[in-house]
Every structure is written in structure tokens, then in C-alpha cells.
């Protein structure tokens, strides 16, 4: 049996859900299939013993686009803010130094010596250009700034947003906004002041928020405004193209619990992990999987601890800390939950959430759980001066969490983007393209829904 649907979505993680939520409230059919018992990939909330931990994603960065998505789907009052203020650290020479996030506290801070600072001022006055072979984020830092910028604030914001090496991560596909700079202001100060003034529409303060019960709320709401549309332990098999009169359309293979089924479709958008995506359009075009699988991905554990409050000698007034690479640390960073967003933790109580392996420490991946939490908790302890062992643990483990946006990657896209016009109706969604954060996936997936749209309306008339 052969069933006809306008738009078919494959894979309900955030980018499959905005994607298909949106095709619908435009008023045109779409089906959403994902293999898995439950939506929403990576983004995953439990409450147990009074904790309630994230199990991918903390907190997400408020977007314009995710504020009006969360009003749409009626959850904006269960949206809470971190303190706007609250300070991030760093570890130093053995304990945590308050991290100087703005212009005034960073030249008056003792963390950065008079080089590195110089370097700020001279790019702010001198003219430079990038060079014409792609550049890493660390070889970027060390020719415009300073090794010891690199060492103590890019590498552990590198390690915080992808988990990644700032040695290998490209600095024009990790952070465009850097390397547009440089290439259009020839300064990356006067480039983003350029491109800041050049917005049309006012800049949003930077906020961090999180959801009150928890982010897989989103989640939550977005498979109850699709209901039926959204089918989970539905696994895609195969894709294969097909004529249809003057049309081209797409057959897609569905199992649901081991029943078969074909179905038909206009647009095909796979917003499934690289593997998947690369093996089921091997079958439409060979090139996909030898461009699409060779995306690297870094391994990271997700360790939730809670401890007595009383036991815990260091005050959690903040945001939480960050671990250069040169501390010989394993632990990535740590996340202070329970100072940020309410509910986090019962009484008396303090939920910390550190992140272990990344590219630098792929290793980390094969520890069992007990040597994880064994793990975080002997290196934080003296950071913390932590007294006690932990009262509630939690380790997840991504052995693929977070796509490496490392040198070449550029070229990858650029050649996926070429692949992907040759099959009208084909459209690809991910963390792997435009970044790997939820706004930057909802940005992406709204982005498609407005393309498909418009291309049905355009076939209409």
C-alpha cells in the first residue's frame, strides 16, 4: 500500500518537530516519522528523587524565533530566565577565577596579562585579513590575539559549546560571525560593531532560559500539536525516488512494529543524525554517504550529581565553571542547575551538571557510570571543597553528541548544498549544519518549513 503525503519529515528531534509543526500550521499535510519510542533526540528531562535533571541540553539561548515558538505553543509563562547576572568562572592555577565578560571588567581583570589585552586594542586600530587557507579557531586566536587568550577563555568556550578542539574546529564554520568580520572590517572589534549596527531589527540582550518542568516541555508541546501526525516507533528503511508524470517524487519504507509500508511524498525532509541520513540517501545519490558519514562527532557524558547543601563549602552563586585543557582535568565544565533555574534540586539540596570526553578525550566515552560519577566527583570536590560523596548521581552517555564543525567542514556543507538542488523536494535538517545549538535548529527548521511553503504555492499557481 501506497500512501500520498504532501510533506514527509524523518526524524523527530527538535529540527523534525519545529519542521513539521510548522508545514502543518501553514495548512499543508505532513507526516513526522521517528524510529524511537519518544521525540525530541537529545533533549530529555527526568525528575527522580526530587532532582529534576536534563539529560542533553541544560538551558537554550532565547531567540526571538524559539520566544514567539514557545508563545505559539501556549508554554511562554512556564519559560524561566537564569539570573542575567550571574558571574561564570574559570579554573586557574588550581581554583576558580571570576571570567571578565565585558569590555571594562576584562581590562581591568588580572586574569589576562598586558599582551593579550594590547592584542585587543591593536585589532581594534590595525587593519589584518584572513588567510586564504582555512584556519582553525586556535591558529585564528594566536595570529590576532594571544596564546594565553586561547588557553584560558576560547579553548573552554570551544570545549562548552562543541565539545570540540579548538586545533581541529574551523574557525569559518564554528563562529562565521568571527571570520565574516576580519573579511569584511579587516578587524574583528569594528566588524561586529559593523554587523551589530547593520541588524535590522533590534538586538536582543543574550539570555539564557530554560523551561520550569523541564526543556522536554518543547518537546511536549510540539508532539501534542501534531497528535497523529506524529508517529513514533515508525523506522524509515529506504528511500528511493520515482516518476510520477511530469513530477519526481520520493517513496519512503516504514516499519511500525513490523508492519510495511510505502509512502509517497513531494518533499522528503530527513532531519535525522548523519548516519541514518547518509545510509537511507545512499539510494537516492552514492555522494550523500561519502559526504554526509564522514562528519565527525565528539562523545560527551552528561553527569548530574546532587549534594547536601551543607556539604559543599564553596558558594554556587553563579553560572558555573569551565576547565582549560591544560588543567589536566577531564571534567569539561560544570553547571551550578539548582543556582540558575527553580526547582532544580529539593531543599537543602544542590544539583551540579558536568560534561566529561569531547574530542580532546574520546576515552571517556567507554567508563561505566560508576567510574564516571567517581570521576567528577574527585575533581570537583577540591574546586567545591566538597565534603561529602554525592546523596543522587545520573550519567548519561552520548558516544555521538555533538557534530565537529572541524576543518573541511565548510566544503562538506557546500557540497551537500549542491547535492541536495540536483533532487527537487529533498531537504536536510540537523545540528551538522548551521550549528549545533536549539535556536540555531529551530531557526534552520522554520527556514525549511517557509521554503516548502512557498514552493508548494509556486506549483499551485
Known amino acids: 500500500m501506497t500512501a500520498p503525503v504532501p510533506v514527509l519529515v524523518v526524524g523527530a528531534g527538535i529540527s523534525g518537530l519545529v519542521c513539521a509543526y510548522a508545514v502543518r500550521k501553514a495548512g499543508i499535510d505532513a507526516l513526522l516519522m521517528?524510529?524511537?519510542?519518544?521525540?525530541?533526540?537529545?533533549?530529555?528531562?527526568?525528575?527522580?528523587?526530587?532532582?529534576?535533571?536534563?539529560?542533553?541540553?541544560?538551558?537554550?539561548?532565547?531567540?526571538?524565533?524559539?520566544?514567539?515558538?514557545?508563545?505559539?505553543?501556549?508554554?511562554?509563562?512556564?519559560?524561566?530566565?537564569?539570573?542575567?547576572?550571574?558571574?561564570?568562572?574559570?579554573?586557574?592555577?588550581?581554583?576558580?577565577?571570576?571570567?571578565?565578560?565585558?569590555?571594562?571588567?576584562?581590562?581591568?581583570?588580572?586574569?589576562?596579562?598586558?599582551?593579550?589585552?594590547?592584542?585587543?586594542?591593536?585589532?581594534?586600530?590595525?587593519?589584518?585579513?584572513?588567510?586564504?587557507?582555512?584556519?582553525?579557531?586556535?591558529?585564528?586566536?594566536?595570529?590576532?590575539?594571544?596564546?594565553?587568550?586561547?588557553?584560558?577563555?576560547?579553548?573552554?568556550?570551544?570545549?562548552?559549546?562543541?565539545?570540540?578542539?579548538?586545533?581541529?574546529?574551523?574557525?569559518?564554520?564554528?563562529?562565521?560571525?568571527?571570520?565574516?568580520?576580519?573579511?569584511?572590517?579587516?578587524?574583528?572589534?569594528?566588524?561586529?560593531?559593523?554587523?551589530?549596527?547593520?541588524?535590522?531589527?533590534?538586538?536582543?540582550?543574550p539570555t539564557l532560559l530554560s523551561i520550569r518542568k523541564g526543556n522536554e516541555t518543547l518537546v511536549g508541546a510540539l508532539a501534542s500539536k501534531l497528535g497523529p501526525a506524529l508517529r513514533i516507533n515508525a523506522s524509515v528503511t529506504g528511500v528511493q525516488r520515482r516518476a510520477t508524470g511530469d513530477e519526481e517524487t520520493f517513496e519512503v519504507h516504514v516499519n511500525t512494529g513490523g508492519k510495511e509500508e510505502r509512502i509517497t511524498c513531494s518533499h522528503l525532509v530527513m532531519a535525522t543524525p548523519t548516519l541514518a541520513t547518509a545510509s537511507l540517501l545512499a539510494t537516492v545519490s552514492p555522494a550523500f554517504e561519502s559526504v554526509v558519514a564522514t562528519i565527525d562527532y565528539a562523545p560527551v557524558a552528561v553527569v548530574s550529581l546532587g549534594y547536601r547543601e551543607p556539604d559543599v563549602g564553596r558558594s554556587l552563586d553563579g553560572f558555573g565553571f569551565l576547565v582549560p585543557r591544560s588543567a589536566g582535568l577531564r571534567v569539561l565544565g560544570t553547571v551550578w542547575n539548582s543556582s540558575l533555574f527553580p526547582g532544580r534540586a529539593p531543599e537543602g539540596f544542590a544539583l551540579l551538571t558536568s560534561f566529561v570526553g569531547g574530542s580532546t578525550d574520546p576515552q571517556a566515552g567507554t567508563l561505566k557510570p560508576d567510574e564516571i560519577v567517581s570521576l567528577v566527583h574527585r575533581e570537583i570536590s577540591p574546586l567545591l571543597r566538597i565534603k561529602q560523596l554525592p546523596a543522587f548521581s545520573n550519567v548519561t552517555v552520548y558516544q555521538r553528541a555533538l557534530p565537529q564543525y572541524n576543518l573541511g567542514h565548510s566544503e562538506r556543507i557546500e557540497a551537500l548544498k549542491s547535492l541536495s538542488a540536483k533532487f527537487p523536494g529533498l531537504w536536510l535538517a540537523g545540528n551538522y549544519l548551521r550549528g549545533p545549538s536549539i535556536g540555531a535548529c529551530v531557526e534552520q527548521a522554520l527556514s525549511i518549513a517557509a521554503k516548502i511553503r512557498s514552493r508548494i504555492s509556486e506549483n499551485k499557481q
Open 34 to 205: 521517528e524510529a524511537s519510542p519518544r521525540p525530541g533526540g537529545v533533549i530529555r528531562s527526568e525528575s527522580r528523587e526530587g532532582f529534576l535533571i536534563e539529560l542533553g541540553p541544560q538551558s537554550f539561548s532565547g531567540t526571538s524565533q524559539l520566544r514567539e515558538l514557545c508563545s505559539e505553543l501556549g508554554i511562554e509563562k512556564e519559560v524561566v530566565q537564569a539570573p542575567p547576572r550571574a558571574p561564570r568562572f574559570i579554573l586557574v592555577d588550581g581554583r576558580l577565577r571570576r571570567l571578565p565578560l565585558s569590555p571594562a571588567a576584562f581590562f581591568s581583570s588580572s586574569l589576562f596579562g598586558v599582551r593579550t589585552k594590547w592584542s585587543i586594542v591593536r585589532d581594534a586600530l590595525g587593519r589584518s585579513n584572513p588567510p586564504q587557507s582555512e584556519e582553525s579557531v586556535a591558529s585564528f586566536v594566536r595570529r590576532k590575539f594571544s596564546a594565553e587568550l586561547l588557553e584560558k577563555l576560547v579553548g573552554p568556550f570551544v570545549s562548552g559549546i562543541y565539545a570540540g578542539d579548538p586545533e581541529k574546529l574551523s574557525l569559518r564554520s564554528a563562529f562565521p560571525q568571527l571570520f565574516e568580520a576580519e573579511r569584511t572590517a579587516s578587524s574583528i572589534v569594528r566588524g561586529l560593531m559593523r554587523g551589530s549596527k547593520n541588524e535590522h531589527s533590534p538586538r536582543e540582550r
